[in-house]
């Protein structure tokens, strides 16, 4: 075996002068709870770490999809190995700059979110764009739930599965009630200024939520703090 094959691929940490653990906990901070980029830097503050609040947006910019993208890949790599039963399909108006955009979400029967895409548009074509990038990725589901948005009756009759979908009044609460974390990080954030920022804050944060979310009004306290143990273990070892 050659010396070159024998390297180690480079660390993404390497030009920086902060430690990796401090630059997950900020990305953590930052992207799972409801925090400015100021609270951020204040709670840092209060623990000895002393960064300016445009680090904090520079590491999460930085460092958030790299993360994200590692913690999607492995739990879509689990999540194709079963059948997937059910989807739910909603979509949620984000405005920026004064103009109407659109974020199209869709989650599992259990509530996690599998995909997050912006649009400036809410026609077939987006609705048709959005079901493409989630059945490449997912595969196809027994059945998937929407409202009665036309639009997706449209571009799931192009695709051929028209039979698979569900529409009714309140069975789509999974998905509408799924939207509430997304909601209540936007407001901390004072909304967004580009739609490229919203697609990328939002897979971040899709993903960050799933990683960390339990459940843990479903689940008994000690099962609960095991899972949480579990799961910040994992963050810790995220692009180590």
Not at 231 to 236: G, I, N, S, V
Request: glycine share 4%; net charge positive.
């Amino acid at each position: 075996m050659s010396r070159k094959s024998r390297a180690k691929p480079p660390t993404p940490f390497r030009y920086f002068n902060s430690s990796p653990e401090v630059i997950r906990l900020v990305v953590m901070m930052y992207v799972k709870y409801p925090l400015s980029l100021r609270n951020v830097e204040d709670l840092l503050a209060e623990r000895g770490i002393d960064i300016c609040h445009e680090t904090v947006r520079f590491w999460w910019n930085r460092f958030g999809p790299m993360f994200a993208a590692e913690i999607r890949r492995k739990r879509v790599d689990r999540v194709r190995q079963v059948t997937q039963w059910r989807w739910h399909l909603d979509e949620v108006y984000v405005k920026i700059g004064g103009e109407m955009h659109y974020l199209w979400r869709a989650v599992d029967h259990e509530g996690e979110v599998l995909e997050s895409y912006a649009t400036k548009t809410r026609d077939k074509a987006a609705a048709l764009s959005f079901l493409k990038r989630m059945m490449k990725r997912h595969g196809r589901p027994k059945m998937i739930v929407t409202d009665k948005l036309r639009s997706y009756g449209a571009a799931m009759k192009e695709i051929g599965n028209a039979d698979t979908q569900e529409t009714g009044r309140w069975v789509n609460n999974r998905a509408e009630n799924s939207h509430q974390p997304f909601r209540r990080r936007e407001r901390a954030m004072l909304r967004f200024r580009r739609m490229h920022t919203l697609q990328k804050f939002s897979s971040v944060h899709a993903s960050v939520h799933n990683h960390f979310n339990q459940e843990r009004h479903l689940i008994k306290r000690q099962d609960y703090k095991a899972q949480r143990s579990a799961a910040l273990a994992e963050w810790r070892a995220v692009a180590s």
